[in-house]
């Protein structure tokens, strides 16, 4: 079983709609990323967080420590949204390493 | 700043070929990173660095070398390339701070990424 979970692996939506991204691990953390990996492959990060939520413009993200789960949330989804999302994991017992989760390849509609 | 740059962008070889990957950030972070990407896995580890002078194996070290040149460059090199190894790999950087202060988990920045092709 991986350290990391995403779910869904993939997720199709309809221009508009809030979508759910959910992250599930494993182990004591430190910090969670959430990264966006655009169709020509470049990968940014879009939060790091450690407690509670973040917000950026359209994207929400929150983390629950106690049952090791965080989400993203992407509300009035755009088909420029269209992109694999990851989450990552600053386990506690692997300094100052990453560790990933498979990505949910979301698509947005227009 | 150009950030993160990786050279080449893609690249094929013949197996037993041997190829360096180059990394390079200006952004003055201590810790570099490789990784390589494969379809139906997460991002995995080979070497990373976590400050000038030392390099680490990481998840997947087997059939690759590293070197940290200076504080900017941190290369990845295949000595035999092998088809298990056609993947695409990014470099990405970050900051760490001293035990004196500061979050130790700070952003992580990444190259644009090599796809390379083991034959």
């Known amino acids: 079983k991986n350290e990391v979970e995403q779910s869904p692996q993939n997720l199709t939506a309809q221009e508009g709609e809030f979508i759910t991204i959910n992250c599930s691990y494993s182990?004591?953390?430190?910090?969670l990323h959430w990264l966006q990996q655009h169709p020509g492959g470049g990968i940014v990060s879009l939060f790091m967080?450690?407690?509670g939520k973040k917000k950026h413009g359209r994207l929400i993200a929150t983390i629950n420590i106690q049952e090791k789960h965080s989400s993203l949330h992407i509300t009035a989804s755009h088909p420029r949204d269209s992109a694999v999302y990851i989450c990552?994991?600053?386990?506690?017992?692997?300094?100052?390493?990453?560790?990933f989760g498979e990505g949910t390849q979301l698509t947005v509609n227009p | 700043n150009a950030g993160v740059t990786q050279t080449p962008k893609f690249q094929v070889l013949k197996t037993g070929q041997s190829m360096t990957l180059q990394c390079a950030q200006d952004?003055?972070?201590?810790?570099m990173y490789w990784y390589r990407q494969d379809p139906g896995m997460g991002l995995r580890l080979i070497y990373y660095?976590?400050?000038?002078?030392?390099?680490d194996k990481g998840e997947v070290p087997n059939g690759y070398n590293v070197s940290r040149l200076n504080k900017r460059e941190f290369s990845l090199r295949l000595e035999s390339a092998a088809p298990s190894q056609t993947s695409v790999y990014f470099c990405?950087?970050?900051?760490?701070?001293?035990?004196?202060?500061?979050?130790?988990?700070?952003?992580?920045?990444f190259g644009p990424g090599t796809r390379l092709t083991v034959l």
């Open positions: 990552a994991v600053h386990a506690q017992t692997s300094g100052s390493r990453l560790t």
């Open positions: 182990v004591g953390i430190s910090a």
């Open positions: 660095s976590a400050s000038e002078g030392t390099t």
């Open positions: 967080l450690s407690s």
């Open positions: 952004m003055n972070h201590n810790s």
């Open positions: 990405a950087s970050r900051f760490i701070p001293g035990l004196a202060g500061g979050s130790s988990y700070n952003e992580q920045f």
